[in-house]
Structures are given as structure tokens and as C-alpha cells.
């Protein structure tokens, strides 16, 4: 105030100034001379600014102004002005350096004042606005060096401000963060003369600003607390004295704290203070130096600079001495004490020592150490007594020193020995009782386990000689065990051997019989031996399959296939069977651009064919429909593959529906009886679901009919190929009474890009394109149409078995308007295709193709090497039939001797033969060479193909034969390798010239003519043979090729495409033949993009010429 005075605000008792000289004390009424002139008695804040205008705070009647002439001018709330203050309760005062009044409210955030015209600016608090204050208790405020404003608030933490007020950061305590603000209230901010911002919390302690204010996040805080040596946690004041330390008002005293060397001061009421606690907001330092600080008892003013301290550092006596609790009296007064004797029974020993400082005898302090306890100072604080418990025995020194009330510790600290007698079990005699047992305790069990030793050497002894007895004995067993395994292995393997060379007699002999004149008693009982040969051969490889499962030696192939492809080909197998015993065989694919996938196509083709094939053998009427569903799996690139095989037949009763997936296992005898069958193949599919990852189940009804499903998670394979040109038509009206046929060729048209129009199973009028019927059910209605004419309907299509082909009623329809069951995509778009350019007037005759001959004889020379006379014969009677000479050795010394001396154009190998066998003659034909030069060797074995086809390979044969094998068979191995048979006749267009545009699955009526003729001379009707042995063997052929091409192995491909066109020619597919022969040209140039898209379109026209080629026998038969 004016003259050094000081202006005292109270709570109640209104303001004051006080004459620190005189100690006198002027009410503010009697200075304004009115009365009440403050308005409310509660000052709660008050700033002198600097032109000497006093700011007065009160509780409840907000803000006043005296000037130094006297003037008072009052600031208060006015509802609905924004240019009035926030709230009446003024908490803080505070000058900014631009002269403005900060006012810190409690109830309205922070107004900012300005001296000159009077004008208060409200600025936001609360989260109403961006850069709002985070609190509407504003309890501090300061400025640092930089103008910025920091403002403590009540529970809202510290918050950054701008000069214009905008806050631009809230600093909150976090638990988890001790470098965070120790606590959301603040009760007072200083900023020092290092420009350093102090702040005082409510428990927190002291916390120092460390960091950038141009970088707020990254502002920590250093936090001092009573950990660190504060008399208290919760700080009401903080001013910085003119030295630089900081003084801090709490509720336990005031302390002193020197940044520079981190020293704690604290002074109580016995050095002078009004109490040990003060009040928020009640300090202040002065302009002359000294420091303020007020308190429920009044307010001290001193000078910091003018403070003394104690440091005369005290001496410690000690006062008391306690043993068990008793005092103990010595023979000297205890302060003469310097050694302390106990026995062993003292097991706790007190003591009691004085600090001999008298200015403030409360507050010295005692810390002692002592050998064998700790090498640390203890602090004891204001305690007296130190209290030691299980004393160990022997000589122990204690240090004791002392602090004064200023905190000096004594240079020298007081020592004391103390000593404690050792318990009677621990004295020297009682060691030497203890060594001398000891050591009988040791010669005793020295002697105990020299005897134990020798117990146990005799024992190892013994269990040596019964582990080298086990060991004999186990070694042996594994002997025997292995020996059985591999006779095991060896008698499956004599097994097949034996069961495969009579079974070659069985259906060579019996092939070359049906190829002979015989009555029709004759070919009945030929074709039962047949079919019993080939009934037992797929028992034995039943067998073989399922031994190789549990032995562990089936390896999976992932490699492409197309699912729609497979279905076909497995369903087209049992067509036959199905149509001759009056059941529809349906079969419903995906779509083809879900048909692509990876996986082992041979082992899925096997259970499928086994599904298959029980269906038809158990159904004596109604319908088998395999359908298949792909969709996407879980795991990305793969897909979740279902295929189901339901059937009408005879079902599976509850009871053995769990048996039937055993090996050995039917439904009962009686099934057993009238099926036939060797319950191996349900057990076999089983197991190569499994080996696949997937599941097979069946649900069945007696007497209702069975469904399989196959449910299988197999890679995505590529994208197929780009889709043939699109049908012109768009719809197409499908007429059945069949739900499960019409559903499948409903799935077939839309596969094509075609509309569906009215699946009923009645005609009626409408605007389609082209109708699909179903010979089966729709019998009236073709009636109607065959004789009626087509002249006025859409084109038609027939969808019919072989057995309605034979019907009068079906004579007048061409053979292009006639799609055979089961259907097959490929056919059915062939015949809209062609049906379409027919009725449009684009293909009113049949195309025109060159008539291909028919397949002359092989003229091979071939050397047959075959101990077995009946084997001999079967090789002989097929090389006659193939038009080839051979010569038959029995062993291999005379097969290396014929061949050095004569030139073959093929050598057949059996395998096991005595003397010498097939691979050692083969490795000396390899090695000494014969007349004509290198000649390909095919093996000839009744083992196991899969486990000896690599060792053949390796010995230098070219290709493998498995017992029994088929005319067919040895066709191709003569042709594939024969020199003379492999030599294409007629000239060949160049290399890369693409074939003529024609379809691929036209077949060359004349070559059928030519076939034909044949018939008298002893071949029976050759050319029904001859398809029947292009229809097994194409589709093996064109996916030998895909795996071929698959892997750019264009010389397995040429030979693959060689054979496949010989065979094509014979049956009259010219079309089919010379695009095929332009694919092995292709490979032998190395084209491999070329033929890859030239074989998939052969793939594609493969199941239409099939079905071409069916009708074809069916009308050549007629």
C-alpha cells in the first residue's frame, strides 16, 4: 500500500491497512469515508497494480476499484451483458503485462478487465467452445516470460493461454503418468526470475513447468511432494524470493525449497509462525523484499534474507538402557557407556538416546546403523528409541548420530559395541561335541553306502543282463515284426502278381475269343467270362488300394481338373448300365466358371465312380442324379466342393448305415447275394475323402433311396479359358416330367448364356427360340410334332437314352436334333448350335468332310520276352490282330542274344522271369546294343504299376504295361513306339497353319461304310468295337495331354496327340484327327501358348463327339 503499508483482506472482518512501523490498522470505510463501502467483509483477493489502483476481491459482491485519490468504483454481474463479470465470487487478481486485470471468478472461468476504459471481456469456459478455459473455478493465474498465461483452476487442472485468452492446452493429472500434473486443483502459480512456473496443488505437492511453451505437448512436470522432504502435499502459496528460493504455505508449516541444491527447509510455530496452517490466496511478496503470508491466526511478514540457522551440529548421549523390556542397569551411567553385554537369552535390547540441542528440541532427528544389520543410515525422525530384536551373537557396533532443527547432522557419530553371549548349543565345547558326532555320522554312512554301493553295483549288474535280455528279445521281435510287415508286403505284392498273370490269360484269351465267329451262346457265355474277369480284377485292386491306404504309400496329385469334366466322364461310364436297366442317370454340374479347381483329379474320379456305380447296381427303377456345388471356402484361393449321388433303390436301414463305410462290410448277406460286390469301395472312398481333407456321409430311407454327399475344400485352380461365341438364340422352353432332369438341363441352358422359359411339364404357346424335350416323359407331344411338321413350331432338340432311339417313333429325327443321356454341356451346345444354323438355313446339308481310311496294319516286328506260355499267347494272339510278326523268347539271355542278331521295332518285357528277369536283360540290351540299333522296351508286369513304373523307367524301359491288359492297351504301346506304325502317311501342312474351320465333333460317314464292310470277314462289327475303345481311351488321352501341356512337356504331349489321332481316324472323326495332328505339330515346333488353346478346344468337343459317335454305332448296329 502508499508508504510501505500493507493492505490486509480477511474473511468477515473486511479490509484493512496496516502501518508495519507503528502497527497500526485503518479500516477502508473510514478511508472512503462510506459506510459498508466494499460491499461484502469476505476479501478473497487483492492487487496493487501499476499505477497504484488497488483491485479488491470479494466472496460474493464481485470486483472494486480504489483509485489513489480515493475514488471507488464497483464491477458486478449483470444478467444478459457480456461486457459485465462472469460471476460475483472473485477468487484471483492478476496483471498482465499489457496492463489488462485478469480476474479469476469462481462460477464464470476468467474475465479480463481493462483499466482504462472499464470494459471486462468474458472469456469461454467449459467445452462450449474451442480454446475455451477448462474450468469455470479459476483459482491462480501468472504470466511467464513469453506473455502466455497459465491459469490454475479448481478440479479443471492447469491451462495454457494465449495473450488474447484463446487456451491452447489443459494440463490433467493421470495416474498412469508421473511426469503428469500431480493434481487437478490448483491453489497458486509463480513464475521466478528464471522465468520458471511454480505450481502449488491441492495433495500433490509442488510442481516445477519443464518444456517449451512453443511446444505444449511436450510440457512435463517435476514434481516435489513429501517423498522428496515437503512438510506436507497440499501447497496454498508460492512466491520466489529475491535469492531465488521458493517459499510454499501449506497446512503443516512454511517451507523453504532451494532449486540450485534441491534443500528443504521447514519452519513451524515454535520459530515464530501464527499457526502450522495457512490460507489459500493469503500471500504476497513485497516490493522491499520481505514476504507475507497469512493464516487462520493472523499473518507473518519477514525477510528471507534476514532468516539464521542453527549449524551447530548437536552431540547424541545415550539415556536409557532396556533389556526384555526391564531397564538394565550397568556399571557406569548409561551417557559413559561404550559397550553393552548381553546373554544369549536377551533376545531384544532397547535404547534410548537424546540430541543435545535445545532451540528446538521437537524437531532434532536421530538416524543410527549398526554392523551385521544394514550399512545404511535409518532415519528415525523425532524418535528417540531404537529397539533391536534376535540380536545375533557375537560383537556388533552401533552408531548413532543427530540433526537440530535446521537439519545439521553431528560430524561424530556416538559408537557402541554390543556384545550377546552365544546359546549353550552354540559354544566352543558344544562345536567340538557337534564335529566329533559329525564326524561318526560320517564314518557310519560312509560304511552304510559303501554297502548301499555294492547293493547297487550288483543290481546293475543284474538289470545290465536283463536289459541286454529284453534287448535280444526286443531286437528280435522288431526282426520278426519287420518281417512281417515286409512279408505282408511282399505276399500282396506275389498276390497281385499271381492274381494278374492268370487274370491276363482270362481276358486276353477271352478278348481274342470275342473277336472270333461265335454263336450267340457262344458270345453270352464269352461276355460272362469277361465280365467276371474284370468283377474279380477290380477286387484285387480294391484290395491293392486299400492295403496301400493303411500302409501310408498314397501320395495325392494337385494338379488342375475341371469338375464338370469329371462328372461327365465318371457319369458317362454307367450310361450303359443305367439305360439297359430303364433308370435315368442325371447328372447336374456347376457352372463352368466354378468348375476349374486343383487337386488329385484321379483319386476324386474314383470315388465318384464308385458312388456312381453302387447307385445304379442298388436302383431297379426311378433316377440317379449326381449334382455338385462349388462355393466359395473361408480361406482365400479356395473352394468348399460338394457333390451328391442320390438314388431310388433299396436304401440303408438305421442300423447298418454306420457299418457300410467298413471294410468288408454290406448292408446284409442277402444284399451281398443279389448285388454282388466285395464291400471294399465305400471303405476305400472313405479313406481318400479323408486323406483329402474332406467328409463323406450318407443319408438313406429303406426302400425310398440313398444320397451320398462328398464334401471336399480343394485349391481354385485357373480361370478357364474365354468361352465360346454365344448361341444367337435367347430362350429355350424345357419340357420334362422328370423335376431333377428338368432342374439339370435348366442348369445346362443358363451355363450357355440362355433364358429359361416355362419349366412346366405341359406345352404352351410362346416366343421361344428352341425346345428341349425329354423323350422319356414327353412321348405325346413328340408324336404330335414329328407328325405334324416343323414348319409352324420352333426347332427341337431331343434329349433321349438309346433305348427311345430305337423307337419307331423317333425315326424321322437327325442326328444333330438328338442330344443322348446322360447329357453333357459340350453336346448340348453343339446341337443348338447346329439345330439353330439349321433352321436359319446356315447348315442345310451335313459338312462336308474327307473321307479318312480305315487303320491299316501296324507292320510291326516286335521281340515278346514272357516265361509264362499262357501270357505268351495272349501277346502273340494281340500283335496278330494288330497286323504285326513277333517272335516269343522265354528268357532274357536268349531275348539279348535274338535282339543282338535280328532288328525289332519294339521289344514287350516281362518282368519276372527265372534265370535272368526284366531288368537285368533290359540293362544289358541298354548296354550292348542290338541290330537295329536302340529299340523302345515296353514292360510287361503283373505287379503293382504305381510301385514299379519309376523302376522301369530307370532300367531304360519306355513305358509300363500292367497284367491284365487289353487289346486296346497294346495298340498303343505298338503305336506309340513302333517305328513303322508311328510314320504318318499322306503329305502334312506346314507347321503353324491353322485347320480348316469345321466342327470337331463330325464324324466321316464313308469311313463308317468302310468299317462296315468288314463285318463277314471275321471281325464281328468292328467298328462298335473300335469306338468302344477310342470312347475308354480318348478321355484318359486328352488329360494326359492337359497334364502334359500343364507342365510344358511338349514331347510327351506330341506323343500323346500321335496316338490320340490314330485312334480318332479309325473311328471316323476326321475333323477331330486333323486337329489333333496339328496339335502335335504345334508341339514338336514349340508353340506352347498355340496348343494349350488349341487342346482345351479338343476337351471341349470331346463329350459331343462321344455322343456323335454313340449314335453313330447305335445306327451302324441297326
Same mark, same amino acid.
Given at each position: 500500500?502508499?508508504?510501505?503499508?500493507?493492505?490486509?483482506?480477511?474473511?468477515?472482518?473486511?479490509?484493512?491497512?496496516?502501518?508495519?512501523?507503528?502497527?497500526?490498522?485503518?479500516?477502508?470505510?473510514?478511508?472512503?469515508?462510506?459506510?459498508?463501502?466494499?460491499?461484502?467483509?469476505?476479501?478473497?483477493?487483492?492487487?496493487?497494480?501499476?499505477?497504484?489502483?488497488?483491485?479488491?476481491?470479494?466472496?460474493?459482491?464481485?470486483?472494486?476499484?480504489?483509485?489513489?485519490?480515493?475514488?471507488?468504483?464497483?464491477?458486478?454481474?449483470?444478467?444478459?451483458?457480456?461486457?459485465?463479470?462472469?460471476?460475483?465470487?472473485?477468487?484471483?487478481?492478476?496483471?498482465?503485462?499489457?496492463?489488462?486485470?485478469?480476474?479469476?471468478?469462481?462460477?464464470?472461468?476468467?474475465?479480463?478487465?481493462?483499466?482504462?476504459?472499464?470494459?471486462?471481456?468474458?472469456?469461454?469456459?467449459?467445452?462450449?467452445?474451442?480454446?475455451?478455459?477448462?474450468?469455470?473455478?479459476?483459482?491462480?493465474?501468472?504470466?511467464?516470460?513469453?506473455?502466455?498465461?497459465?491459469?490454475?483452476?479448481?478440479?479443471?487442472?492447469?491451462?495454457?493461454?494465449?495473450?488474447? /485468452?484463446?487456451?491452447?492446452?489443459?494440463?490433467?493429472?493421470?495416474?498412469?503418468?508421473?511426469?503428469?500434473?500431480?493434481?487437478?486443483?490448483?491453489?497458486?502459480?509463480?513464475?521466478?526470475?528464471?522465468?520458471?512456473?511454480?505450481?502449488?496443488?491441492?495433495? /500433490?505437492?509442488?510442481?516445477?513447468?519443464?518444456?517449451?511453451?512453443?511446444?505444449?505437448?511436450?510440457?512435463?512436470?517435476?514434481?516435489?511432494?513429501?517423498?522428496?522432504?515437503?512438510?506436507?502435499?497440499?501447497?496454498?502459496?508460492?512466491?520466489?524470493?529475491?535469492?531465488?528460493?521458493?517459499? =510454499?504455505?501449506?497446512?503443516?508449516?512454511?517451507?523453504?525449497?532451494?532449486?540450485?541444491?534441491?534443500?528443504?527447509?521447514?519452519?513451524?510455530?515454535?520459530?515464530?509462525?501464527?499457526?502450522?496452517?495457512?490460507?489459500?490466496?493469503?500471500?504476497?511478496?513485497?516490493?522491499?523484499?520481505?514476504?507475507?503470508?497469512?493464516?487462520?491466526?493472523?499473518?507473518?511478514?519477514?525477510?528471507?534474507?534476514?532468516?539464521?540457522?542453527?549449524?551447530?551440529?548437536?552431540?547424541?548421549?545415550?539415556?536409557?538402557?532396556?533389556?526384555?523390556?526391564?531397564?538394565?542397569?550397568?556399571?557406569?551411567?548409561?551417557?559413559?557407556?561404550?559397550?553393552?553385554?548381553?546373554?544369549?537369552?536377551?533376545?531384544?535390547?532397547?535404547?534410548?538416546?537424546?540430541?543435545?540441542?535445545?532451540?528446538?528440541?521437537?524437531?532434532?532427528?536421530?538416524?543410527?546403523?549398526?554392523?551385521?544389520?544394514?550399512?545404511?543410515?535409518?532415519?528415525?525422525?523425532?524418535?528417540?528409541?531404537?529397539?533391536?530384536?534376535?540380536?545375533?551373537?557375537?560383537?556388533?557396533?552401533?552408531?548413532?548420530?543427530?540433526?537440530?532443527?535446521?537439519?545439521?547432522?553431528?560430524?561424530?557419530?556416538?559408537?557402541?559395541?554390543?556384545?550377546?553371549?552365544?546359546?549353550?548349543?552354540?559354544?566352543?565345547?558344544?562345536?567340538?561335541?557337534?564335529?566329533?558326532?559329525?564326524?561318526?555320522?560320517?564314518?557310519?554312512?560312509?560304511?552304510?553306502?559303501?554297502? +548301499?554301493?555294492?547293493?547297487?553295483?550288483?543290481?546293475?549288474?543284474?538289470?545290465?543282463?536283463?536289459? +541286454?535280455?529284453?534287448?535280444?528279445?526286443?531286437?528280435?521281435?522288431?526282426?520278426?515284426?519287420?518281417?512281417?510287415? $515286409?512279408?505282408?508286403?511282399?505276399?500282396?505284392?506275389?498276390?497281385?502278381?499271381?492274381?494278374?498273370?492268370?487274370?491276363?490269360?482270362?481276358?486276353?484269351?477271352?478278348?481274342?475269343?470275342?473277336?472270333?465267329?461265335?454263336?450267340?451262346?457262344?458270345?453270352?457265355?464269352?461276355?460272362?467270362?469277361?465280365?467276371?474277369?474284370?468283377?474279380?480284377?477290380?477286387?484285387?485292386?480294391?484290395?491293392?488300394?486299400?492295403?496301400?491306404?493303411?500302409?501310408?504309400?498314397? @501320395?495325392?496329385?494337385?494338379?488342375?481338373?475341371?469338375?464338370?469334366?469329371?462328372?461327365?466322364?465318371?457319369?458317362?461310364?454307367?450310361?450303359?448300365? &443305367?439305360?439297359?436297366?430303364?433308370?435315368?442317370?442325371?447328372?447336374?454340374?456347376?457352372?463352368?466358371?466354378?468348375?476349374?479347381?486343383?487337386?488329385?483329379?484321379?483319386?476324386?474320379?474314383?470315388?465318384?465312380?464308385?458312388?456312381?456305380?453302387?447307385?445304379?447296381?442298388?436302383?431297379?427303377?426311378?433316377?440317379?442324379?449326381?449334382?455338385?456345388?462349388?462355393?466359395?471356402?473361408?480361406?482365400?484361393?479356395? &473352394?468348399?466342393?460338394?457333390?451328391?449321388?442320390?438314388?431310388?433303390?433299396?436304401?440303408?436301414?438305421?442300423?447298418?448305415?454306420?457299418?457300410?463305410?467298413?471294410?468288408?462290410?454290406?448292408?446284409?448277406?442277402?444284399?451281398?447275394?443279389?448285388?454282388?460286390?466285395?464291400?471294399?469301395?465305400?471303405?476305400?472312398?472313405?479313406?481318400?475323402?479323408?486323406?483329402?481333407?474332406?467328409?463323406?456321409?450318407?443319408?438313406?430311407?429303406?426302400?425310398?433311396?440313398?444320397?451320398?454327399?462328398?464334401?471336399?475344400?480343394?485349391?481354385?485352380?485357373?480361370?478357364?479359358?474365354?468361352?465360346?461365341?454365344?448361341?444367337?438364340?435367347?430362350?429355350?422352353?424345357?419340357?420334362?416330367?422328370?423335376?431333377?432332369?428338368?432342374?439339370?438341363?435348366?442348369?445346362?441352358?443358363?451355363?450357355?448364356?440362355?433364358?429359361?422359359?416355362?419349366?412346366?411339364?405341359?406345352?404352351?404357346?410362346?416366343?421361344?427360340?428352341?425346345?428341349?424335350?425329354?423323350?422319356?416323359?414327353?412321348?405325346?407331344?413328340?408324336?404330335?410334332?414329328?407328325?405334324?411338321?416343323?414348319?409352324?413350331?420352333?426347332? =427341337?432338340?431331343?434329349?433321349?437314352?438309346?433305348?427311345?432311339?430305337?423307337?419307331?417313333?423317333?425315326?424321322?429325327?437327325?442326328?444333330?436334333?438328338?442330344?443322348?443321356?446322360?447329357?453333357?454341356?459340350?453336346?448340348?451346345?453343339? &446341337?443348338?448350335?447346329?439345330?439353330?444354323?439349321?433352321?436359319?438355313?446356315?447348315? /442345310?446339308?451335313?459338312?462336308?468332310?474327307?473321307?479318312?481310311?480305315?487303320?491299316?496294319?501296324?507292320?510291326?516286328?516286335?521281340?515278346?520276352?514272357?516265361?509264362? @506260355?499262357?501270357?505268351?499267347?495272349?501277346?502273340?494272339?494281340?500283335?496278330?490282330?494288330?497286323?504285326?510278326?513277333?517272335?516269343?523268347?522265354?528268357?532274357?539271355?536268349?531275348?539279348?542274344?535274338?535282339?543282338?542278331?535280328?532288328?525289332?521295332?519294339?521289344?514287350?518285357?516281362?518282368?519276372?522271369?527265372?534265370?535272368?528277369?526284366?531288368?537285368?536283360?533290359?540293362?544289358?540290351?541298354?548296354?550292348?546294343?542290338?541290330? &537295329?540299333?536302340?529299340?523302345?522296351?515296353?514292360?510287361?508286369?503283373?505287379?503293382?504299376? @504305381?510301385?514299379?513304373?519309376?523302376?522301369?523307367?530307370?532300367?531304360?524301359?519306355?513305358?509300363?504295361?500292367? +497284367?491284365?491288359?487289353?487289346?486296346?492297351?497294346?495298340?498303343?504301346?505298338?503305336?506309340?513306339?513302333?517305328?513303322?506304325?508311328?510314320?504318318?502317311?499322306?503329305?502334312?501342312?506346314?507347321?503353324?497353319?491353322?485347320?480348316?474351320?469345321?466342327?470337331?465333333?463330325?464324324?466321316?460317314?464313308?469311313?463308317?461304310?468302310?468299317? $462296315?464292310?468288314?463285318?463277314?470277314?471275321?471281325?464281328?462289327?468292328?467298328?462298335?468295337?473300335?469306338?468302344?475303345?477310342?470312347?475308354?481311351?480318348?478321355?484318359?488321352?486328352?488329360?494326359?495331354?492337359?497334364?502334359?501341356?500343364?507342365?510344358?512337356?511338349?514331347?510327351?504331349?506330341?506323343?500323346?496327340?500321335?496316338?490320340?489321332?490314330?485312334?480318332? @481316324?479309325?473311328?471316323?472323326?476326321?475333323?477331330?484327327?486333323?486337329?489333333?495332328?496339328?496339335?502335335?505339330?504345334?508341339?514338336?515346333?514349340?508353340?506352347?501358348?498355340?496348343?494349350?488353346?488349341?487342346?482345351?478346344?479338343?476337351?471341349?468337343?470331346?463329350?459331343?463327339?462321344?455322343?456323335?459317335?454313340?449314335?453313330?454305332?447305335?445306327?451302324?448296329?441297326?
Amino acid at each position: 500500500g502508499p508508504d510501505n503499508r500493507v493492505w490486509i483482506g480477511t474473511l468477515g472482518g473486511g479490509l484493512t491497512l496496516y502501518d508495519d512501523d507503528s502497527g497500526q490498522t485503518t479500516d477502508i470505510d473510514a478511508i472512503t469515508g462510506r459506510r459498508n463501502a466494499i460491499g461484502d467483509q469476505r476479501v478473497m483477493s487483492l492487487h496493487q497494480d501499476r499505477h497504484g489502483t488497488l483491485w479488491i476481491g470479494t466472496f460474493a459482491s464481485g470486483l472494486r476499484r480504489l483509485s489513489r485519490d480515493g475514488r471507488l468504483q464497483s464491477f458486478g454481474v449483470k444478467p444478459g451483458d457480456e461486457h459485465s463479470l462472469s460471476a460475483a465470487g472473485i477468487m484471483s487478481l492478476f496483471e498482465a503485462r499489457d496492463g489488462a486485470i485478469w480476474v479469476g471468478t469462481h462460477g464464470g472461468g476468467a474475465n479480463v478487465v481493462d483499466p482504462a476504459s472499464g470494459r471486462v471481456r468474458q472469456l469461454p469456459y467449459g467445452s462450449a467452445a474451442s480454446g475455451a478455459v477448462s474450468s469455470p473455478h479459476v483459482t491462480a493465474i501468472a504470466e511467464d516470460a513469453h506473455g502466455d498465461l497459465w491459469l490454475g483452476t479448481e478440479g479443471g487442472g492447469l491451462d495454457l493461454a494465449r495473450a488474447d /485468452g484463446t487456451v491452447v492446452k489443459v494440463f490433467r493429472h493421470d495416474p498412469r503418468d508421473p511426469a503428469s500434473l500431480p493434481a487437478n486443483t490448483v491453489y497458486a502459480l509463480a513464475v521466478d526470475a528464471s522465468d520458471r512456473v511454480w505450481v502449488a496443488t491441492d495433495g /500433490g505437492g509442488l510442481a516445477l513447468v519443464q518444456g517449451s511453451v512453443a511446444a505444449p505437448d511436450a510440457i512435463r512436470f517435476k514434481v516435489l511432494s513429501r517423498e522428496e522432504g515437503l512438510s506436507s502435499d497440499t501447497v496454498y502459496g508460492v512466491v520466489a524470493d529475491a535469492a531465488g528460493r521458493i517459499w =510454499l504455505s501449506g497446512d503443516a508449516g512454511l517451507t523453504r525449497y532451494d532449486p540450485e541444491s534441491d534443500g528443504i527447509k521447514t519452519y513451524h510455530r515454535e520459530h515464530g509462525l501464527q499457526g502450522e496452517e495457512f490460507n489459500s490466496g493469503a500471500y504476497h511478496r513485497l516490493r522491499d523484499g520481505r514476504l507475507a503470508f497469512g493464516g487462520p491466526g493472523g499473518f507473518n511478514i519477514f525477510d528471507p534474507a534476514r532468516l539464521t540457522e542453527n549449524r551447530l551440529p548437536p552431540h547424541v548421549a545415550l539415556t536409557r538402557v532396556e533389556v526384555l523390556g526391564a531397564p538394565a542397569p550397568g556399571p557406569k551411567p548409561y551417557w559413559l557407556l561404550e559397550r553393552i553385554d548381553l546373554g544369549y537369552r536377551a533376545n531384544i535390547l532397547s535404547l534410548d538416546f537424546g540430541a543435545l540441542d535445545f532451540a528446538s528440541p521437537k524437531r532434532n532427528r536421530l538416524a543410527y546403523r549398526m554392523t551385521g544389520l544394514t550399512d545404511r543410515w535409518l532415519d528415525l525422525g523425532t524418535q528417540r528409541r531404537i529397539t533391536l530384536t534376535n540380536i545375533e551373537s557375537g560383537d556388533h557396533l552401533l552408531e548413532v548420530r543427530a540433526a537440530n532443527s535446521d537439519s545439521v547432522w553431528s560430524g561424530t557419530p556416538l559408537k557402541l559395541t554390543i556384545h550377546r553371549d552365544p546359546p549353550p548349543w552354540k559354544s566352543w565345547w558344544a562345536c567340538i561335541g557337534y564335529a566329533l558326532a559329525v564326524l561318526g555320522v560320517i564314518a557310519y554312512r560312509v560304511r552304510l553306502q559303501r554297502l +548301499k554301493f555294492q547293493q547297487v553295483l550288483d543290481a546293475r549288474q543284474r538289470l545290465e543282463s536283463e536289459v +541286454k535280455l529284453r534287448t535280444r528279445e526286443l531286437t528280435e521281435s522288431n526282426r520278426q515284426l519287420a518281417e512281417a510287415v $515286409r512279408a505282408k508286403s511282399d505276399f500282396l505284392d506275389r498276390m497281385s502278381h499271381e492274381l494278374r498273370t492268370p487274370m491276363n490269360g482270362v481276358v486276353g484269351m477271352t478278348e481274342l475269343l470275342a473277336r472270333t465267329p461265335l454263336s450267340s451262346t457262344q458270345s453270352r457265355l464269352t461276355e460272362t467270362i469277361r465280365s467276371s474277369a474284370r468283377v474279380l480284377l477290380q477286387i484285387v485292386n480294391d484290395l491293392l488300394d486299400l492295403s496301400k491306404i493303411n500302409a501310408g504309400k498314397i @501320395a495325392l496329385e494337385v494338379l488342375p481338373f475341371d469338375l464338370g469334366q469329371v462328372l461327365e466322364e465318371c457319369s458317362s461310364l454307367f450310361a450303359g448300365a &443305367a439305360q439297359a436297366k430303364g433308370i435315368e442317370l442325371i447328372v447336374s454340374p456347376p457352372p463352368p466358371e466354378h468348375c476349374s479347381l486343383r487337386g488329385d483329379a484321379l483319386r476324386v474320379r474314383q470315388i465318384l465312380m464308385n458312388l456312381i456305380g453302387n447307385a445304379v447296381k442298388f436302383t431297379a427303377r426311378g433316377e440317379v442324379l449326381v449334382r455338385a456345388e462349388v462355393r466359395a471356402a473361408t480361406t482365400a484361393d479356395r &473352394a468348399s466342393v460338394e457333390i451328391s449321388v442320390g438314388d431310388t433303390g433299396i436304401g440303408i436301414d438305421a442300423a447298418t448305415i454306420g457299418r457300410i463305410f467298413e471294410p468288408f462290410t454290406q448292408a446284409d448277406e442277402s444284399t451281398s447275394r443279389r448285388f454282388g460286390g466285395s464291400g471294399l469301395g465305400l471303405a476305400i472312398c472313405r479313406e481318400l475323402t479323408q486323406l483329402m481333407g474332406g467328409s463323406l456321409s450318407v443319408e438313406s430311407r429303406p426302400q425310398v433311396g440313398s444320397t451320398f454327399h462328398l464334401r471336399l475344400e480343394l485349391p481354385a485352380g485357373p480361370a478357364p479359358a474365354a468361352s465360346q461365341p454365344p448361341l444367337p438364340m435367347r430362350r429355350v422352353r424345357i419340357l420334362s416330367r422328370r423335376p431333377a432332369l428338368a432342374e439339370s438341363l435348366a442348369r445346362h441352358v443358363r451355363a450357355l448364356g440362355l433364358t429359361v422359359q416355362g419349366e412346366a411339364d405341359s406345352p404352351a404357346d410362346g416366343p421361344e427360340d428352341l425346345v428341349l424335350v425329354d423323350a422319356s416323359s414327353q412321348r405325346d407331344y413328340l408324336e404330335g410334332r414329328l407328325g405334324a411338321g416343323s414348319a409352324s413350331h420352333a426347332p =427341337l432338340i431331343v434329349v433321349a437314352g438309346t433305348a427311345e432311339l430305337d423307337s419307331p417313333d423317333l425315326a424321322g429325327l437327325e442326328a444333330r436334333s438328338v442330344v443322348l443321356k446322360p447329357v453333357e454341356r459340350s453336346a448340348l451346345r453343339e &446341337a443348338l448350335a447346329a439345330v439353330l444354323a439349321e433352321s436359319a438355313g446356315a447348315a /442345310g446339308a451335313a459338312p462336308a468332310t474327307t473321307a479318312v481310311p480305315a487303320a491299316e496294319p501296324l507292320g510291326a516286328h516286335v521281340l515278346l520276352v514272357e516265361d509264362e @506260355a499262357v501270357n505268351a499267347a495272349v501277346a502273340q494272339g494281340y500283335l496278330t490282330a494288330l497286323g504285326c510278326t513277333s517272335v516269343w523268347v522265354k528268357d532274357g539271355a536268349e531275348a539279348v542274344a535274338r535282339n543282338a542278331a535280328e532288328r525289332f521295332d519294339l521289344i514287350l518285357m516281362d518282368l519276372s522271369m527265372p534265370v535272368m528277369d526284366g531288368f537285368a536283360t533290359t540293362a544289358l540290351i541298354r548296354q550292348r546294343g542290338g541290330a &537295329a540299333g536302340r529299340v523302345p522296351i515296353v514292360a510287361l508286369t503283373a505287379h503293382d504299376a @504305381a510301385n514299379f513304373r519309376e523302376a522301369c523307367l530307370r532300367a531304360g524301359m519306355d513305358e509300363m504295361l500292367s +497284367k491284365p491288359y487289353t487289346l486296346e492297351e497294346c495298340a498303343r504301346a505298338v503305336r506309340r513306339f513302333s517305328a513303322r506304325s508311328a510314320s504318318p502317311t499322306g503329305s502334312a501342312p506346314p507347321t503353324g497353319s491353322a485347320p480348316r474351320a469345321e466342327p470337331l465333333a463330325s464324324v466321316d460317314p464313308s469311313a463308317i461304310a468302310g468299317l $462296315r464292310r468288314l463285318r463277314g470277314d471275321g471281325h464281328g462289327d468292328l467298328y462298335s468295337k473300335l469306338v468302344e475303345l477310342f470312347e475308354a481311351s480318348c478321355a484318359e488321352s486328352l488329360a494326359q495331354l492337359a497334364r502334359a501341356l500343364e507342365s510344358s512337356d511338349l514331347a510327351a504331349a506330341a506323343a500323346v496327340c500321335h496316338k490320340l489321332a490314330s485312334s480318332a @481316324a479309325n473311328v471316323g472323326a476326321g475333323a477331330f484327327a486333323r486337329n489333333v495332328r496339328q496339335l502335335e505339330r504345334l508341339c514338336k515346333a514349340g508353340d506352347t501358348p498355340a496348343a494349350r488353346e488349341l487342346s482345351q478346344r479338343l476337351a471341349a468337343a470331346h463329350p459331343a463327339l462321344i455322343a456323335e459317335l454313340s449314335a453313330m454305332r447305335l445306327r451302324a448296329s441297326a
